[in-house]
Nanobody, 119 residues
Framework: QVQVVESGGGLVQPGGSLRLSCVAS????????MGWYRQASGKERELVAR???????NYADSVKARFTISRDKNKNTVFLQMNSLKPEDTAVYYC?????????????WGQGTQVTVSS
């Protein structure tokens, strides 16, 4: 059983910054990739950023110049540094973990953390 817990969300003014954290714990043999998705009210969940086991990163075009994803493999932790935040970044941000356990690959999700960008 794997637990995924996000933190760091909150209310911030346009142009401000937030740093999200996500920690995976439990019966994990190896994490393949970790990433961040977001879902705004009334919209589909979308990929924000992802980092693989080879440290290759992938970003949505809307955040590529403003957000940075990083990972601490030893602590099964991923971070998302968000700068120059815009109102359209307002959403619930979810941590996604792809991992191996018992020889099989699984996908785990956190409960999400709310990010609100407003003046």
């Amino acid at each position: 059983q794997v637990q995924v817990v996000e933190s760091g969300g909150g209310l911030v003014q346009p142009g401000g910054s937030l740093r999200l954290s996500c920690v995976a714990s439990g019966n994990i043999f190896l994490i393949d990739a970790m990433g961040w998705y977001r879902q705004a009210s009334g919209k589909e969940r979308e990929l924000v950023a992802r980092i693989g086991s080879d440290s290759i990163t992938n970003y949505a075009d809307s955040v590529k110049a403003r957000f940075t994803i990083s990972r601490d493999k030893n602590k099964n932790t991923v971070f998302l540094q968000m700068n120059s935040l815009k109102p359209e970044d307002t959403a619930v941000y979810y941590c996604n973990v792809k991992h191996f356990s018992g020889g099989r690959q699984y996908v785990a999700w956190g409960q999400g953390t709310q990010v609100t960008v407003s003046s």
